[in-house]
């Protein structure tokens, strides 16, 4: 198994392009979720899905779109990109889906991560 | 504010040492969780504690869960210089927090050879 990939690696935009990052995953996983991560701080919620077809808001979700057509496939959209959303995000996946009580638990695969800059 | 919150934010210490590092959290739990992000990597989950277990070992790594003060703590037994890392406690809340796991800021440990 592959397991988390990413892609790109790097990517430099300009302020007011759009781009999106590519998530897959080959371990048939319900739960995937994106999170970017700023210098010396820890991760924060873009968004996730707990199913093909069903995607919701997490923490930072403004300017990033999401869509889950497939359950091996999670791309995250910037529709206009700004220096704020300079970052590394990281695409994560679990077999469980968190927040269910009595559910059973598994731990998150991460993938590697993009580094994106947006000048 | 975050859900779990670590500290301290940063730990230096010496080969052979112990690192204790904390974690707190504001709401209810299913599980907690122990994640591990060498430099410019993903994080890799190091250990799992369910909300009815107090304490569970790994290897070189205690992780202990008090439900009562909401917070859990990860020890690391005679570090060595291959854990160097920000160490990360992640919460999956009840379901009236969503279907998320929620992360805090991290520890930095640094164990110098």
């Known amino acids: 198994n592959a397991g988390v990939t990413q892609t790109p690696k790097f990517q430099v935009l300009k302020t007011g392009q759009s781009m999106t990052l590519q998530c897959a995953q080959d371990m048939n996983h319900e739960y995937m979720s994106w999170y970017r991560q700023d210098p010396g701080m820890g991760l924060r919620l873009i968004h996730y899905s707990v199913g093909a077809g069903i995607t919701d808001q997490g923490e930072v979700p403004n300017g990033y779109n999401v869509s889950r057509s497939t359950t091996e496939d999670f791309p995250l959209r910037l529709l206009s990109a700004a220096p704020s959303q300079t970052s590394v995000y990281f695409c994560?996946?679990?077999?469980?889906?968190?927040?269910?009580?009595?559910?059973?638990?598994?731990?998150?695969?991460f993938g590697p991560g993009t580094r994106l800059t947006v000048t | 504010s975050q859900q779990g919150e670590e500290d301290p934010q940063a730990l230096s210490i010496q080969e052979g040492e112990n690192a204790t590092m904390n974690c707190s959290y504001k709401?209810?739990?299913?599980?907690l969780q122990w994640y591990r992000q060498n430099s410019g990597r993903g994080l890799v989950h190091l250990i799992l504690?369910?909300?009815?277990?107090r304490e569970k070992h790994s290897g070189r790594l205690r992780v202990t869960l008090d439900t009562s003060k909401k917070s859990s703590s990860l020890l690391i037994t005679a570090s060595r210089a291959a854990d160097t890392a920000s160490y990360f406690c992640a919460t999956d809340a009840r379901k009236a927090a969503g279907n998320k796991l929620t992360f805090g800021g991290g520890t930095r440990v640094l164990v110098k050879p």
């Open positions: 994560a996946s679990s077999a469980n889906i968190p927040g269910l009580a009595g559910g059973p638990s598994y731990e998150q695969y």
């Open positions: 504690i369910r909300s009815n277990e």
């Open positions: 709401t209810s739990i299913n599980n």
